[in-house]
C-alpha cells in the first residue's frame, strides 16, 4: 500500500500553529513511508473563503518547507463530481430528494428539543414523494440505524449511534455539496490512506465512514490531533492573528524552529527536547507517540528553538533573509556571524546589527547610563586608550580596557554599560569585544566624542 495523506484547508483564515500541525503531520507521515502528499483547498463555503486566504496558506507552507506531490485541488472546481456522485446514490436508493421546506424543519427542531430529543431530520422524504415545483430539493443521504465504530490512532476505539445524526444533507439546495460529502469524494478519488486532522473532526467521522462504504471505497485509517491551546489556554483561531505563521515569520522566526516547535504539539521525538533537522524528523516521525490530551503552544520554547536555529544557520544566509542594506558586504556578514549566538530572532539579529552599520539611536536607558558622571570619565578614558588604535583583536581589546579600568577608576557594569550605550544606543546586544573588532578604533573613537 502506498501511503497518501493530504492536508486539506478552508481558505477562510491564516495558517497558525494549530493547523500548520496537521499539514506537518501528515507531510512527514508521507515523506517518511515514501508516500504521496496532496493539497487540498476545501473551498465550498463561498461566502467565506477567499482567493487571498488560499494565497496566503500556499505561501506560509511554501515559506515552512512543506512541499506537496498532488495539488491544489480546489473543492470549487469539482461541484459537478460531487452532484454526479450524489446522483448515483440516489439511483441506488442510498440517498434520496428532501422538499421540506426550511420552515417545516425549524418546527420540527422546536417540537423535538421541546420533547427533550437531540434535534435530527424524521425522514419524512423518505418515501420518495416529490414536493413543491418552487423548492429546491436538498439531497440526503439515507442513514441506517446502527452502531459505527472504528480505531482511531490516538484516541483508540471510538463507536458512535447512527441514529443520533439521522439523514443528513450531502447536496444542499444550491447545488452545493455538503462538507462531509465533498471530502469522501475527494479522499477516495486521491486514494488517502491515513486521514490526520484535528480532534473537532472527531465527531464528522461516522458519517464519512457511512459515505465512504456507500461509493464503495475503502476506508483511510484515522489519527485525530487534540487541539492545540493558546497561551491563554483558549484553541487557536483562523480567526485570531495570534501565533499564525504570517506573524512568526514577521517577528523574525525561522521555519525550522515553528516546525520543532510545531511538531512537538501532540507528539514527541525519542531525541528528546533538541532542535532537529528536517531529515531528522522524518526519520523520527510516527503515528504511535501521538498524546490524547491538549497541547499549548509555547512562545517561550519556540524563541529557546529560534535562537538555536539563528546560531546554527550559516552567517551568508542569514544575510540573505535579513534585508540590511549595507554597502560593505564583508563587512555585514562579519557582524551576522559575530551576533547570530546572542539573537533569539531575526528581528533580534538585525537589531543587534544595525548600530554597527549606521549611527545608533540613543535608547532611553542607554541615555541615563551616558548622564552619569562616571560613563563621561570612561568615555574620555577609552578615547585616551584608543589613540592610534584601528584594528583590535582580542589581546589589543583586552588591554584597552585594562587602560580604560585604571584611568577611569571604574570596574564592571560602570565599565562597560557606558561604553555599549555610547557605540550602540543600547545597554545589550552582543559581546563587546565583538563590538570593538567591528567598529575598529577610528570609528569607535568618532563614536565616545560624540557622546561626551
Ligand atoms: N477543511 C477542514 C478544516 O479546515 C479539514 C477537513 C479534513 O481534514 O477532513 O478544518
Known amino acids: 500500500m502506498t501511503v497518501r495523506a493530504r492536508f486539506a484547508p478552508s481558505p477562510t483564515g491564516r495558517l497558525h500553529a494549530g493547523n500548520l500541525r496537521t499539514a506537518l503531520f501528515n507531510w512527514l507521515f508521507a515523506r517518511k513511508n515514501s508516500g504521496k502528499f496532496v493539497l487540498r483547498i476545501e473551498d465550498t463555503d463561498a461566502a467565506r473563503s477567499t482567493k487571498a486566504f488560499e494565497q496566503a496558506i500556499i505561501a506560509d507552507l ?9 495539488g491544489p485541488i480546489r473543492q ?3 461541484l459537478g463530481v460531487y452532484r454526479e456522485a450524489a446522483e448515483k446514490l440516489v439511483e441506488r436508493g442510498l440517498a434520496y430528494r428532501c422538499w421540506c421546506s426550511k420552515e417545516r424543519l425549524e418546527e420540527l427542531k422546536k417540537e423535538q428539543l421541546a420533547k427533550g430529543m437531540a434535534p435530527r431530520y424524521d ?9 413543491a415545483a418552487e423548492i429546491q430539493p436538498v439531497i440526503r443521504f439515507l442513514v441506517l440505524d446502527g452502531k459505527i465504530s472504528f480505531t482511531d490512532l490516538v484516541h483508540g476505539e471510538m463507536s458512535f449511534d447512527a441514529n443520533s445524526f439521522g439523514d443528513f444533507i450531502i447536496i444542499g439546495s444550491d447545488g452545493v455539496a455538503g462538507y462531509n460529502f465533498a471530502v469522501v469524494v475527494d479522499d477516495a478519488e486521491e486514494g488517502i490512506t491515513h486521514v490526520i486532522r484535528g480532534d473537532d473532526h472527531l465527531s464528522n467521522t461516522p458519517r464519512q465512514m457511512l459515505l465512504f462504504n456507500a461509493i464503495g471505497a475503502a476506508l483511510p485509517r484515522f489519527a485525530h490531533l487534540p487541539l492545540v491551546l493558546g497561551g491563554d489556554k483558549a484553541p487557536l483561531g483562523k480567526r485570531k492573528t495570534w501565533a499564525s505563521i504570517e506573524e512568526l515569520r514577521r517577528d523574525g522566526f525561522l521555519p525550522l524552529a515553528i516546525l520543532n516547535s510545531t511538531v512537538r504539539l501532540g507528539w514527541s521525538p525519542k531525541g528528546g527536547d533538541k532542535l532537529l533537522e528536517l531529515l531528522e524528523l522524518i526519520e523520527e516521525f510516527d503515528l504511535e507517540r501521538l498524546s490524547k490530551s491538549p497541547s499549548v503552544f509555547d512562545i517561550q520554547r519556540l524563541r529557546g528553538y529560534n535562537k538555536e536555529a539563528v546560531g546554527g544557520t550559516s552567517a551568508h544566509a542569514l544575510t540573505g533573509i535579513l534585508d540590511i542594506k549595507c554597502t560593505d558586504a564583508v563587512f555585514l556578514e562579519k ?8 539573537a533569539h530572532t531575526l528581528t533580534g539579529l538585525k537589531t543587534a546589527i544595525l548600530p554597527l552599520i549606521t549611527e545608533p539611536e540613543i535608547s532611553i536607558e542607554a541615555a541615563a547610563v551616558l548622564k552619569e558622571p562616571y560613563s563621561k570619565a570612561v568615555l574620555k578614558a577609552a578615547i585616551a586608550a584608543l589613540s592610534g588604535t584601528d584594528a583590535i583583536d582580542e589581546a589589543g581589546y583586552k588591554t584597552i580596557i585594562e587602560a580604560i579600568k585604571k584611568t577611569s577608576g571604574e570596574n564592571g557594569k560602570r565599565l562597560f554599560s557606558p561604553l555599549r550605550a555610547a557605540l550602540t544606543g543600547s545597554l545589550e546586544g552582543m559581546e563587546l569585544v565583538k563590538i570593538f573588532s567591528l567598529l575598529r578604533g577610528k570609528k569607535i573613537t568618532e563614536r565616545l566624542k560624540r557622546r561626551l
Open 62 to 70: 511554501k515559506w515552512a518547507g512543506l512541499d506537496w506531490d498532488i
Open 123 to 131: 425522514g419524512r422524504c423518505r418515501s420518495g414523494k416529490t414536493g
Open 335 to 342: 557582524a551576522v556571524e559575530a551576533a547570530k549566538h546572542c
Open 76 to 78: 470549487s472546481e469539482r
